[in-house]
């Protein structure tokens, strides 16, 4: 199949195989593009879609219609969710970016108490559209989830917990979290995982203990401390080694 450009879009964007493209996406594919009608591309919302332009763009609703299905999988056959605490300036838009490429499916931003950003709304949705492009970049099948800004406590217990957790730190005689996932692997129970990584500074003690209370395990990432942007990149990227190796 000849390379189309991707576009992810909302489900309130179908309608009846037919789809409404928003004002930037039109700007993208007609103006920066320059895609006429006729022309095709592709659209991610749970799986691919080739896509056609009935009109020229910009143009009234609808703009295109559904082609035909794309088979392809690029999601990981686990579903793993990121608890991070904020780290300062931008550093949560290169977690976002790196970890939806890896394929994460959720991030919960949390507040824990050595946090220093306070992020604004504006900034959260510039971490979903960052989100969305970098799913588009790596093909994926789905956009990751960006929850809004929540306390430590109320990060913790967003999920159901019938799953395998575990909460990053730095300093501690922890096992490490190959450690952990690989026996789990080997008997394919794993399809969630849960996982927390905390802020610079780390985590203090009374937040350890706080998610060991509701069933977290703490692991290691290695023997050196890493940045609280390096650090959830890093698991993740040791999680796909796992689940993705090959035999």
Known sequence: MVQLQRLAIAPEQLQNEHLSLTAEQQHYLGRVLRLKQ?????????????????????????????IEKVSIQTELPIEVILIVALPKADGFEEIVRCCTELGVTQFIPVISKRTVLKPSPQKVERWRKIAREAAEQSERLIIPNIFDPV??????????????QYIGEGRGNYPSLTQELIPLEAEKRLNKIILATGPEGGWTEEEIQDAIAIGFQPISLGKRILRAVTAPIVAVSQIVGIIEKTD
Do not use: M, T
């Open 151 to 164: 306390s430590f406590q109320l990060g913790l217990e967003k999920n159901d917990h019938s799953c395998y």
């Open 38 to 66: 006729g022309d095709r591309f592709i659209i991610i919302q749970g799986q691919w879609w080739i896509a056609e332009l009935l009109v020229n763009l910009p143009a009234p609703s609808p703009q295109a219609k559904l």
